[in-house]
C-alpha cells in the first residue's frame, strides 16, 4: 500500500479476532491470554498505579503542601456603609442583618467591614470586626461588642 493509497475507508471493516479456534489460528488453547495467574480469568483488570516491584510514581515523589480549607473560619461579610439602612440608636445583631437580607443565615459567623462611612449611632453585635470598622462605629457614637 502507497501513501496515496490511504483513504479514510481503509481500517474502516476490522475483522473480529475469533480466539480458541485451535492451534492454526494462532489464537488456540490459552486464547492469548498467557498461562494461569488472574489475567487469564474473566472480568479480570489492572490497576494502572502498580508498578510490579518497582516503586510507585506516586510514593517517588514528595508530598508537598498544606490545605487549610477544613480548618478555616468562614464569615460573612457586612460592610459599615450597610449599616446605614438601620435606625439612629438601633441595636444590630445576627438577627436583624439577616431579617434586612444582609446575610444568608442566623448561624453564619459575621465579621463587619470598615469599608464606607457611618452617620447614625448603633449598637453592633458582631463576631469580628475590623479594627477601622470598629473605630468608625465608636467614632459615630455607637459600640461594637463581640459575640
Known amino acids: 500500500m502507497l501513501n496515496h493509497e490511504i483513504t479514510s475507508l481503509v ?3 476490522k475483522r473480529r479476532r475469533r480466539v480458541g479456534r485451535g492451534s492454526g489460528s494462532g489464537h488456540g488453547k490459552t486464547c492469548g491470554r498467557g498461562h494461569k495467574g488472574a489475567g487469564s480469568r474473566a472480568g479480570s483488570t ?9 516503586m510507585p510514581l506516586f510514593r517517588r515523589l514528595p508530598k508537598r503542601g498544606f490545605n487549610n480549607y477544613d480548618f478555616a473560619v468562614r464569615c460573612e461579610i457586612v460592610n459599615i456603609s450597610q449599616l ?7 441595636e444590630v ?16 459567623k459575621i465579621k463587619i467591614l470598615g469599608m464606607g462611612d457611618l452617620t447614625k449611632k448603633l449598637q453592633v453585635t458582631a463576631h469580628k470586626f475590623s ?10 457614637g455607637g459600640s461594637a461588642k463581640i459575640i
Open 84 to 90: 446605614e439602612r438601620f435606625a439612629d440608636g438601633a
Open 11 to 13: 481500517g474502516k471493516h
Open 46 to 54: 489492572s490497576i494502572t498505579l502498580l508498578e510490579g516491584g518497582q
Open 131 to 140: 479594627k477601622s470598622a470598629e473605630h468608625k462605629i465608636v467614632a459615630s
Open 93 to 108: 445583631g445576627v438577627e436583624q442583618l439577616s431579617s434586612v437580607g444582609l446575610i444568608n443565615s442566623t448561624k453564619s
